[in-house]
């Protein structure tokens, strides 16, 4: 069994894209592989949850008005003043 990894970020927390987050398959609306987040974009985890097969958090990330995406840990990070 996977012993199970706590959570880095809280529900509440703005976090930025750390990478470009594109479209895996999960918004039927949107192009596949298309950009859904930009890397820098500021955003707050409205939900943690976590990944039954891997143990691993994930986080319910909304990026403004744009979209909720589905984030690992490796995908945000913390704000700084100087993002904010």
């Known amino acids: 069994m996977i012993e199970a990894k706590r959570p880095k970020f809280q529900r509440g927390q703005r976090v930025k894209a750390m990478f470009d987050l594109t479209?895996?398959?999960s918004?039927?609306?949107a192009p596949a592989e298309g950009l859904l987040v930009s890397l820098g974009d500021?955003?707050?985890?409205?939900?943690?949850?976590?990944h039954t097969d891997a143990n691993l958090p994930i986080?319910?990330?909304e990026f403004g008005e744009k979209v909720?995406?589905?984030c690992l840990e490796r995908e945000i990070?913390?704000?700084s003043e100087?993002?904010?």
């Open 59 to 61: 986080y319910l990330v």
């Open 82 to 84: 100087v993002d904010a």
């Open 68 to 70: 909720v995406v589905g």
């Open 27 to 29: 918004f039927p609306n």
């Open 42 to 50: 500021i955003g707050e985890i409205v939900q943690v949850g976590r």
């Open 23 to 25: 479209n895996d398959g």
């Open 77 to 79: 990070g913390p704000i």
